[in-house]
């Protein structure tokens, strides 16, 4: 990936996408040359990059061949249902032998995958029209009923949905042709086709209640599925997308122990691992053949201070903590530079709503100082709740630990085990610590943790400003205007909200170097977990 | 004698089966005390009270604790432990697909660890004080110090990253040929041999030195037997009470007790169903794992138990 990150220090992570996507179709230098030129790049600089499309456009990809790969977890509660997915594996298998309506590119807009097109007028009303002539494993055709079934299940409570807060928007999904459906929602979101295209949402045959068959339209069929074993899929001849998949067959296991995981990835019975420590880096990239795969994406944990209860009460305690975060050391010496400084608000710079110009909040002892005294705080001990459940969460919790000291304020770090943490200490301890997985799109994070009345306001901040705010960017379809909403969003959530962020974390990967194909989506590692269709073996 | 073993089959099956049953109340208590329960477990971060109501219900966890037991202990007294509240598949299908995984690793570390064992211990009594007892001897209290992990940890570095002699994970590897299975089963019947080979060596030696002074062995020495004679044919038919237990506990332990072993390699054993029970808050699958742990861990002390009365006449007519 060294090529990529030359590329996208010159050019942006944006702009690198879509000429590496063209460069992949088969766009000829002289393509490159006017795509750069039209995005008001310098000759020289072009004429620098036109060697690499040489070498990507040489990269043909091949078929055949089998790659075992691991993910980080394995429990009998692995499951192929997109309803009840919850982690990395669960994701990493649904890609192999599902599709949803729409996939997410590497700057995480929407493309049609399971619907040839999608529009709409007012952002309320949609319209998907179904591409033809795509099958299911067992070789049912696919109808607008299955489309309507994988999405209205998850507005039953029964199905015990995790994307249950998101279908509450959906009105109604009715088919409206032979491959037509037309989604209706209750207030106008423009962004409901990302929405569609995340993991949850992928598509199942209508009425399917044993979901360990795993029948999709996706680029692999299942042959065999062990929940807390292993699973084995086969390409689908009969898939789609002319020419893909690239192997013929994937085994995926879940190995919960990195260190065994890199270990079998250096001794070569892997040729992917998901999660890998920035501890375990130079080690595999010290071994010759084996690659680091790096996203950086939107992932967060943060420092959550109650608004209503305890010392985040008062916003000088608030300001008073914020300022205490060394964000350069903790980037430093806990995630080894594997992640890029937050500025106390979610949107992180991979988003196209990132706002760049919030000045960055310094360390700076002298205001922490100032604030912590304002606020009458007295000696007594707060106490900081943190677990290895929240990435990062207790190394974090000491090194703000050592610098609270420096202005006689004495936080008492409570570690708890990772074991029942989200139900448990998540969202009910006055100062504590949380994580928050990549969400693909802006609004959809802010709906999830920063509405008013959302179940996760993790810092129980009420700005009514900001949810009105919030809605108009949903139905907001001029460009300019609802970037410029975003950006008032996330100065208000940095100057108000009880929260600490300091840190958008990178996820790495382990692969052998003959593991071709990988960039980055920032939906998570292993390509946003959806590698099985892009890789290929390069024998 | 066969009426005495009789009887104490008949009294150990009595005493097992008022164990089970305590252990199993107990075993559901601590599950019902541990914070959080199966619903909260699966949604995790993204529970909404409403799911959570549903998914409960779904689960019949709003059927208060002791009625859910009682159905619970119905069902195993019909031979039908239930199934997973959180997979929904039957509790004696998960066992089923894991149990053997789990046998054929103690039976191959068995076969290994328990002749080298014995070899060693009674070598080392029988030559004690010698140079080989104290190499042996300080080599098997080193060992032991060794945590598994650790062990476990060094064998993948060296055998299978450095020297890519061995596989590092050990299952889904071809049982084709037996080279490929004494590939495959190598590391983690070496990780496991080096805690309990020492385990069961120490017992040995000390039981059969605890014969060897014993004043009758005197008399056979001035019989004129041999040493070879006097260990085996003397002294070692009265050590077999001791070390029977010794081997007992240790195998018990290989059935439910190889988490590190399981998690290292990678190997799909009953111990990790057993964790993934309890931190899904599985109550039927934690409940039916403990009682196969506990219905094991009797059979082997009462085998002992039975083997020690076979070897020692003096045991029958107490």
């Given at each position: 990936?060294?090529?990529?990150?030359?590329?996208?220090?010159?050019?942006?992570?944006?702009?690198?996408?879509?000429?590496?996507?063209?460069?992949?179709?088969?766009?000829?230098?002289?393509?490159?040359?006017?795509?750069?030129?039209?995005?008001?790049?310098?000759?020289?600089?072009?004429?620098?990059?036109?060697?690499?499309?040489?070498?990507?456009?040489?990269?043909?990809?091949?078929?055949?061949?089998?790659?075992?790969?691991?993910?980080?977890?394995?429990?009998?509660?692995?499951?192929?249902?997109?309803?009840?997915?919850?982690?990395?594996?669960?994701?990493?298998?649904?890609?192999?032998?599902?599709?949803?309506?729409?996939?997410?590119?590497?700057?995480?807009?929407?493309?049609?995958?399971?619907?040839?097109?999608?529009?709409?007028?007012?952002?309320?009303?949609?319209?998907?029209?179904?591409?033809?002539?795509?099958?299911?494993?067992?070789?049912?055709?696919?109808?607008?009923?299955?489309?309507?079934?994988?999405?209205?299940?998850?507005?039953?409570?029964?199905?015990?949905?995790?994307?249950?807060?998101?279908?509450?928007?959906?009105?109604?999904?009715?088919?409206?042709?032979?491959?037509?459906?037309?989604?209706?929602?209750?207030?106008?979101?423009?962004?409901?086709?990302?929405?569609?295209?995340?993991?949850?949402?992928?598509?199942?045959?209508?009425?399917?209640?044993?979901?360990?068959?795993?029948?999709?339209?996706?680029?692999?069929?299942?042959?065999?599925?062990?929940?807390?074993?292993?699973?084995?899929?086969?390409?689908?001849?009969?898939?789609?997308?002319?020419?893909?998949?690239?192997?013929?067959?994937?085994?995926?296991?879940?190995?919960?122990?990195?260190?065994?995981?890199?270990?079998?990835?250096?001794?070569?019975?892997?040729?992917?691992?998901?999660?890998?420590?920035?501890?375990?880096?130079?080690?595999?990239?010290?071994?010759?053949?084996?690659?680091?795969?790096?996203?950086?994406?939107?992932?967060?944990?943060?420092?959550?201070?109650?608004?209503?209860?305890?010392?985040?009460?008062?916003?000088?305690?608030?300001?008073?903590?914020?300022?205490?975060?060394?964000?350069?050391?903790?980037?430093?010496?806990?995630?080894?530079?594997?992640?890029?400084?937050?500025?106390?608000?979610?949107?992180?710079?991979?988003?196209?709503?990132?706002?760049?110009?919030?000045?960055?909040?310094?360390?700076?002892?002298?205001?922490?100082?100032?604030?912590?005294?304002?606020?009458?705080?007295?000696?007594?001990?707060?106490?900081?709740?943190?677990?290895?459940?929240?990435?990062?969460?207790?190394?974090?919790?000491?090194?703000?630990?050592?610098?609270?000291?420096?202005?006689?304020?004495?936080?008492?770090?409570?570690?708890?085990?990772?074991?029942?943490?989200?139900?448990?200490?998540?969202?009910?301890?006055?100062?504590?610590?949380?994580?928050?997985?990549?969400?693909?799109?802006?609004?959809?994070?802010?709906?999830?943790?920063?509405?008013?009345?959302?179940?996760?306001?993790?810092?129980?901040?009420?700005?009514?400003?900001?949810?009105?705010?919030?809605?108009a960017s949903r139905a907001e379809t001029d460009a300019a205007k609802r970037k410029q909403q975003y950006a008032d969003m996330?100065?208000?959530?940095?100057?108000?909200?009880?929260?600490?962020?300091?840190?958008?974390?990178?996820?790495?990967?382990?692969?052998?170097?003959?593991?071709?194909?990988?960039?980055?989506?920032?939906?998570?590692?292993?390509?946003?977990?959806?590698?099985?269709?892009?890789?290929?073996?390069?024998? | 004698?066969?009426?005495?073993?009789?009887?104490?089959?008949?009294?150990?099956?009595?005493?097992?089966?008022?164990?089970?049953?305590?252990?199993?109340?107990?075993?559901?208590?601590?599950?019902?005390?541990?914070?959080?329960?199966?619903?909260?477990?699966?949604?995790?971060?993204?529970?909404?009270?409403?799911?959570?109501?549903?998914?409960?219900?779904?689960?019949?966890?709003?059927?208060?604790?002791?009625?859910?037991?009682?159905?619970?202990?119905?069902?195993?007294?019909?031979?039908?432990?239930?199934?997973?509240?959180?997979?929904?598949?039957?509790?004696?299908?998960?066992?089923?697909?894991?149990?053997?995984?789990?046998?054929?690793?103690?039976?191959?570390?068995?076969?290994?660890?328990?002749?080298?064992?014995?070899?060693?211990?009674?070598?080392?009594?029988?030559?004690?004080?010698?140079?080989?007892?104290?190499?042996?001897?300080?080599?098997?209290?080193?060992?032991?110090?060794?945590?598994?992990?650790?062990?476990?940890?060094?064998?993948?570095?060296?055998?299978?990253?450095?020297?890519?002699?061995?596989?590092?994970?050990?299952?889904?590897?071809?049982?084709?040929?037996?080279?490929?299975?004494?590939?495959?089963?190598?590391?983690?019947?070496?990780?496991?041999?080096?805690?309990?080979?020492?385990?069961?060596?120490?017992?040995?030696?000390?039981?059969?030195?605890?014969?060897?002074?014993?004043?009758?062995?005197?008399?056979?020495?001035?019989?004129?037997?041999?040493?070879?004679?006097?260990?085996?044919?003397?002294?070692?038919?009265?050590?077999?009470?001791?070390?029977?237990?010794?081997?007992?506990?240790?195998?018990?332990?290989?059935?439910?007790?190889?988490?590190?072993?399981?998690?290292?390699?990678?190997?799909?054993?009953?111990?990790?169903?057993?964790?993934?029970?309890?931190?899904?808050?599985?109550?039927?699958?934690?409940?039916?794992?403990?009682?196969?742990?506990?219905?094991?861990?009797?059979?082997?002390?009462?085998?002992?138990?039975?083997?020690?009365?076979?070897?020692?006449?003096?045991?029958?007519?107490?």
């Open positions: 990936m060294n090529e990529r990150q030359k590329f996208e220090d010159l050019v942006g992570p944006h702009e690198s996408t879509r000429l590496l996507e063209a460069m992949k179709r088969g766009a000829s230098r002289r393509d490159v040359l006017a795509l750069l030129m039209a995005g008001g790049m310098q000759a020289t600089l072009a004429g620098g990059l036109s060697g690499l499309a040489r070498s990507v456009h040489a990269a043909t990809p091949k078929r055949g061949g089998r790659i075992r790969v691991a993910g980080a977890t394995a429990a009998i509660t692995d499951t192929l249902d997109p309803a009840k997915m919850s982690n990395q594996t669960d994701y990493s298998r649904g890609t192999m032998v599902y599709n949803g309506l729409t996939s997410l590119d590497g700057s995480l807009t929407p493309q049609p995958a399971l619907a040839e097109s999608f529009d709409t007028k007012d952002a309320k009303t949609w319209v998907f029209k179904l591409r033809k002539d795509v099958k299911f494993h067992d070789g049912k055709p696919l109808t607008p009923a299955d489309v309507v079934f994988s999405v209205m299940r998850h507005k039953d409570p029964a199905t015990g949905s995790k994307a249950k807060a998101l279908a509450d928007q959906i009105d109604s999904v009715k088919a409206s042709g032979t491959n037509e459906v037309t989604v209706t929602l209750s207030a106008a979101n423009a962004d409901l086709p990302v929405i569609l295209g995340t993991f949850h949402f992928m598509i199942v045959k209508d009425g399917t209640t044993d979901f360990n068959t795993g029948i999709g339209t996706g680029p692999y069929k299942l042959k065999e599925f062990k929940p807390g074993v292993r699973s084995i899929a086969v390409r689908n001849e009969a898939y789609w997308k002319p020419g893909r998949p690239y192997l013929d067959e994937i085994e995926f296991v879940g190995i919960g122990d990195e260190g065994a995981r890199v270990n079998a990835l250096l001794s070569g019975d892997l040729d992917l691992a998901g999660s890998v420590n920035p501890r375990s880096v130079d080690r595999i990239k010290g071994t010759p053949g084996f690659e680091v795969f790096s996203t950086q994406s939107g992932q967060y944990s943060d420092l959550i201070m109650r608004k209503d209860m305890g010392p985040g009460t008062n916003p000088d305690f608030i300001l008073a903590m914020k300022h205490l975060i060394d964000r350069e050391q903790i980037r430093k010496s806990v995630a080894l530079g594997h992640a890029v400084l937050a500025n106390d608000q979610p949107i992180d710079p991979t988003n196209r709503f990132h706002f760049a110009g919030l000045p960055q909040r310094p360390f700076d002892l002298d205001k922490a100082k100032f604030h912590l005294k304002k606020s009458g705080l007295g000696d007594a001990p707060v106490p900081v709740v943190a677990s290895p459940a929240a990435l990062y969460s207790v190394e974090m919790a000491l090194v703000m630990q050592q610098s609270a000291q420096k202005i006689g304020l004495n936080l008492d770090v409570k570690r708890m085990p990772a074991d029942g943490y989200w139900s448990n200490h998540w969202l009910n301890s006055a100062v504590g610590f949380g994580n928050v997985n990549p969400r693909p799109s802006a609004d959809t994070l802010l709906t999830l943790f920063f509405k008013s009345d959302a179940a996760w306001n993790e810092s129980r901040w009420k700005s009514e400003k900001f949810d009105q705010l919030l809605i996330q100065v208000m959530i940095h100057e108000q909200a009880g929260l600490g962020i300091p840190l958008f974390l990178a996820s790495l990967d382990g692969h052998s170097s003959k593991l071709k194909g990988l960039s980055p989506i920032p939906l998570g590692g292993l390509m946003g977990y959806s590698f099985a269709e892009h890789v290929w073996l390069d024998a | 004698m066969n009426l005495l073993i009789l009887r104490l089959a008949l009294q150990r099956v009595a005493l097992a089966a008022v164990s089970l049953l305590v252990v199993s109340a107990l075993v559901f208590a601590i599950t019902a005390v541990l914070p959080g329960d199966a619903a909260q477990a699966q949604l995790g971060q993204d529970a909404t009270p409403e799911t959570l109501a549903a998914l409960r219900h779904q689960m019949g966890l709003d059927v208060p604790a002791p009625v859910r037991y009682g159905r619970w202990l119905a069902g195993l007294l019909r031979g039908q432990p239930g199934e997973s509240i959180v997979t929904h598949t039957p509790v004696a299908d998960m066992l089923a697909s894991r149990l053997p995984n789990s046998l054929l690793l103690a039976a191959i570390t068995v076969v290994v660890a328990v002749p080298l064992a014995l070899l060693l211990g009674i070598g080392a009594a029988m030559y004690r004080g010698s140079l080989f007892d104290r190499i042996v001897s300080s080599a098997a209290v080193a060992v032991v110090s060794v945590p598994e992990f650790l062990v476990a940890t060094l064998a993948v570095l060296v055998f299978a990253v450095e020297l890519h002699w061995l596989p590092a994970l050990s299952y889904g590897v071809s049982f084709d040929s037996p080279l490929k299975m004494l590939r495959s089963f190598a590391m983690p019947v070496l990780t496991l041999c080096c805690v309990m080979v020492a385990q069961m060596m120490r017992m040995t030696r000390a039981a059969v030195i605890d014969q060897l002074k014993a004043p009758y062995i005197e008399m056979v020495l001035l019989k004129g037997a041999t040493p070879m004679r006097t260990v085996l044919a003397h002294a070692l038919p009265n050590a077999v009470g001791p070390i029977a237990n010794a081997v007992a506990m240790t195998l018990s332990y290989l059935l439910g007790g190889v988490i590190i072993v399981e998690t290292i390699f990678n190997y799909p054993g009953v111990a990790s169903l057993m964790v993934d029970g309890v931190t899904q808050r599985d109550m039927p699958l934690v409940q039916t794992c403990a009682m196969l742990f506990c219905a094991a861990y009797l059979l082997l002390v009462t085998l002992a138990d039975i083997c020690s009365i076979v070897a020692n006449p003096r045991l029958r007519y107490r």
